[in-house]
């Protein structure tokens, strides 16, 4: 039997490897997201974006790190590839949401509307749109700050 002073330093690292390539992968964490598993999905998505940080990569990453409730990697993410693919009207709503989620609700607003002016024809671009618009409507009219927590009077 082989003692672990004799495996290599590049077998070391493969211990724990997931089997196959960022292609395999990229397939195992879209079935992960699709079935509700989006921390698993996270980390497949992480090793091939280090191997592979195409659009198509960190529109999937985003999207796990949202529906984990990690409202702030999942920002960083879509940032990424909002200055990757401007042009890319699901990364402006995704960005947007996320956002919306840490109630920085004008930059939501922003790249929601992009969303919305790339593909007017999604109703849930134009329903995400409506419902931050309102929301910072209302904080004017209470006169509270345009994003952030509200500040309880107990």
Same mark, same amino acid.
Request: overall charge negative; aromatic content about 8%.
């Given at each position: 039997?082989?003692?672990?002073?004799?495996?290599?330093?590049?077998?070391?690292?493969?211990?724990?490897?997931?089997?196959?390539?960022?292609?395999?992968?990229?397939?195992?964490?879209?079935?992960?997201?699709?079935?509700?598993?989006?921390?698993?999905?996270?980390? %497949?998505? #992480?090793? +091939?974006? !280090?191997?592979?940080?195409?659009?198509?990569?960190?529109?999937? =990453? @985003?999207? /796990? $790190?949202?529906?984990?409730?990690?409202?702030?990697?999942?920002?960083?993410? %879509?940032? #990424?590839? +909002?200055? !990757?693919?401007?042009?890319?009207?699901?990364?402006?709503?995704? =960005? @947007?949401? /996320? $956002?919306?989620?840490?109630?920085?609700?004008?930059?939501?607003?922003?790249? %929601?509307?992009?969303?919305?002016?790339?593909?007017?024809?999604?109703?849930?671009?134009?329903?995400? =749109?409506?419902?931050?618009?309102?929301?910072?409507?209302?904080?004017?009219?209470?006169?509270?700050?345009?994003?952030?927590?509200?500040?309880?009077?107990?």
């Amino acid at each position: 039997m082989e003692s672990f002073d004799a495996v290599d330093a590049a077998d070391a690292d493969d211990v724990g490897s997931p089997s196959g390539g960022p292609y395999e992968w990229f397939q195992r964490a879209q079935d992960m997201l699709s079935t509700g598993n989006a921390e698993a999905a996270i980390i %497949l998505l #992480e090793r +091939v974006r !280090r191997s592979e940080p195409s659009p198509s990569v960190l529109e999937t =990453l @985003g999207r /796990a $790190l949202f529906d984990a409730r990690r409202y702030d990697d999942a920002i960083e993410v %879509l940032t #990424e590839l +909002v200055e !990757r693919a401007p042009d890319e009207d699901y990364a402006h709503y995704a =960005l @947007g949401m /996320a $956002l919306w989620r840490r109630q920085m609700f004008p930059t939501a607003r922003d790249h %929601l509307s992009m969303a919305f002016v790339m593909r007017p024809d999604r109703p849930e671009y134009a329903q995400a =749109l409506t419902q931050v618009k309102a929301t910072l409507r209302a904080r004017a009219e209470a006169g509270l700050a345009p994003e952030g927590p509200i500040e309880a009077d107990f």
